[in-house]
């Protein structure tokens, strides 16, 4: 899958060109917000980056640390529960959920599990029909009833035959009209508590789906949705079609939700999962030149063999100044904050400035999350 996130940021890099046509070494703080706000990053968090900043000359490294830092909270863990995974797919109308919701079942279908889908936008006119559609093509079980009819109850049917005929995941559609926001919030609380009655902790997931065209504005959106029933993650459409890539950073950001996939494309298997550290890259390779990555890479090579030579010395030693160096190098990569130690390989751990606390530990000679 490794690419498929920065070749879909193709029309966001022609964007940043206008306004940065030639790749540099560093550029100006002036520099830098006019790119960011070519890239459809929000003013806001341009000023925020910028005041973090107090070099004149902004290197890749540099950036690259701050970008980072915006998407501190894109990391999901998946919540223990029973099978069915039970997901409940919300979002306006247009943003993409009926795909984003073929696309889920096909990866989960490629994954060897069975799926099975719960029609519950009740409300739109030929939104049955469509999942319908998607279900027949990818030969996938699909509980439905009729437009204007109670969608809890397609809910509740569709989590309860999952459950009888023993089924992995079951993906819920739901209706998307903001412009009748306290209805739509009535609806999704009732879905909410229904689906928790047919299946105990579901929903297990709740998923919004934002139209990556939209930019920024979809941060408003998103922030009512989250309001309204809680949102655990947060899967970006049709990242390949547009310009306002760097609103990925605002929306993050802003609402301190993990990014579960990007749409990279109109076919079932073009559902990527989020990758911080390759969306970074994409953008910055567009700015900056590659003289510096070598001379890095040419550096950490040097330095590979150097402390190599030291393990043959004195293996004890170098295998714990490796466990420090590697537990240096993910507290910065993920922007966490060491707390304590619980034991030799286990750490408490916090990201900088929230409450969040999680536990990493050393195994196979790398830091993880537990």
Same mark, same amino acid.
């Given at each position: 899958?490794?690419?498929?996130?920065?070749?879909?940021?193709?029309?966001?890099?022609? &964007? =940043?060109?206008?306004?940065?046509?030639?790749?540099?070494?560093?550029?100006?703080?002036?520099?830098?917000?006019?790119?960011?706000?070519? !890239?459809?990053?929000?003013?806001?968090?341009?000023?925020? #980056?910028?005041?973090?900043?107090?070099?004149?000359? =902004?290197?890749?490294?540099?950036?690259?640390?701050?970008?980072?830092?915006?998407? +501190?909270?894109?990391?999901?863990?998946?919540?223990?529960?029973?099978?069915?995974?039970?997901?409940?797919? #919300?979002?306006?109308?247009?943003?993409?959920?009926?795909?984003?919701?073929?696309?889920?079942?096909?990866?989960?279908?490629?994954?060897?599990?069975?799926?099975?889908?719960?029609?519950?936008?009740?409300?739109? &006119?030929? +939104?049955?029909?469509?999942?319908?559609?998607?279900?027949?093509?990818?030969?996938?079980?699909?509980?439905?009833?009729?437009?204007?009819?109670?969608?809890?109850?397609?809910?509740?049917?569709?989590?309860?035959?999952?459950?009888?005929?023993?089924?992995?995941?079951?993906? %819920?559609?739901? !209706?998307?009209? /903001?412009?009748?926001?306290?209805?739509?919030?009535?609806?999704?609380?009732?879905?909410?508590? %229904?689906? &928790?009655? !047919?299946?105990?902790?579901?929903?297990?997931?709740?998923?919004?789906?934002?139209?990556?065209?939209?930019?920024?504005?979809?941060?408003?959106? !998103?922030?009512?949705?989250?309001?309204?029933?809680?949102?655990?993650?947060?899967?970006?459409?049709?990242?390949?079609?547009? &310009?306002?890539?760097?609103? =990925?950073?605002?929306?993050?950001? +802003? /609402?301190?939700?993990?990014?579960?996939?990007?749409?990279?494309?109109?076919?079932?298997?073009?559902?990527?999962?989020?990758?911080?550290?390759?969306?970074?890259?994409?953008?910055?390779?567009?700015?900056?030149?590659?003289?510096?990555?070598?001379?890095?890479?040419?550096?950490?090579?040097?330095?590979?063999?150097? /402390?190599?030579?030291?393990?043959?010395?004195?293996?004890?030693?170098?295998?714990?100044?490796?466990?420090?160096?590697?537990?240096?190098?993910?507290?910065?990569?993920?922007?966490?904050?060491? /707390?304590?130690?619980?034991?030799?390989?286990?750490?408490?751990?916090?990201?900088?400035?929230?409450?969040?606390?999680?536990?990493?530990?050393?195994?196979?000679?790398?830091?993880?999350?537990?």
């Amino acid at each position: 899958m490794f690419g498929f996130i920065k070749k879909s940021l193709n029309k966001t890099v022609e &964007a =940043i060109k206008t306004v940065a046509p030639k790749k540099k070494k560093y550029f100006t703080k002036d520099e830098l917000e006019e790119i960011l706000l070519e !890239a459809d990053v929000e003013y806001g968090l341009v000023e925020i #980056i910028l005041n973090e900043i107090y070099q004149e000359k =902004i290197t890749r490294d540099i950036l690259e640390q701050k970008l980072l830092a915006t998407l +501190a909270y894109t990391s999901y863990k998946e919540p223990e529960y029973t099978a069915p995974f039970v997901e409940l797919i #919300i979002g306006v109308n247009g943003a993409g959920k009926t795909t984003t919701i073929a696309k889920l079942a096909y990866k989960y279908k490629q994954e060897g599990k069975k799926v099975m889908l719960g029609a519950g936008d009740t409300f739109r &006119a030929a +939104a049955i029909e469509q999942l319908t559609l998607w279900a027949n093509k990818l030969e996938i079980p699909i509980v439905s009833s009729k437009q204007g009819h109670d969608s809890s109850a397609v809910a509740y049917d569709a989590i309860d035959s999952a459950k009888s005929k023993n089924y992995d995941n079951v993906i %819920i559609d739901t !209706a998307g009209r /903001l412009h009748t926001q306290t209805n739509l919030a009535n609806e999704l609380k009732k879905i909410n508590r %229904i689906c &928790a009655k !047919a299946h105990e902790g579901a929903p297990h997931r709740t998923v919004l789906i934002i139209d990556g065209t939209q930019g920024n504005s979809a941060i408003s959106q !998103a922030k009512a949705f989250n309001e309204m029933i809680g949102v655990d993650g947060i899967i970006i459409t049709k990242l390949d079609g547009t &310009a306002k890539g760097g609103s =990925i950073f605002s929306i993050a950001y +802003a /609402l301190e939700l993990p990014i579960l996939y990007v749409g990279t494309g109109e076919q079932p298997e073009n559902l990527t999962p989020f990758d911080k550290y390759e969306f970074v890259d994409g953008l910055l390779d567009a700015l900056f030149e590659e003289k510096e990555e070598k001379e890095e890479k040419g550096k950490e090579t040097t330095q590979q063999t150097e /402390l190599n030579a030291v393990d043959e010395e004195k293996p004890e030693e170098r295998n714990k100044d490796k466990k420090e160096s590697a537990l240096e190098t993910f507290l910065k990569d993920e922007k966490l904050v060491l /707390l304590k130690s619980l034991s030799e390989n286990l750490m408490l751990v916090n990201y900088a400035n929230t409450p969040v606390d999680t536990k990493i530990e050393y195994k196979n000679g790398k830091w993880k999350y537990c």
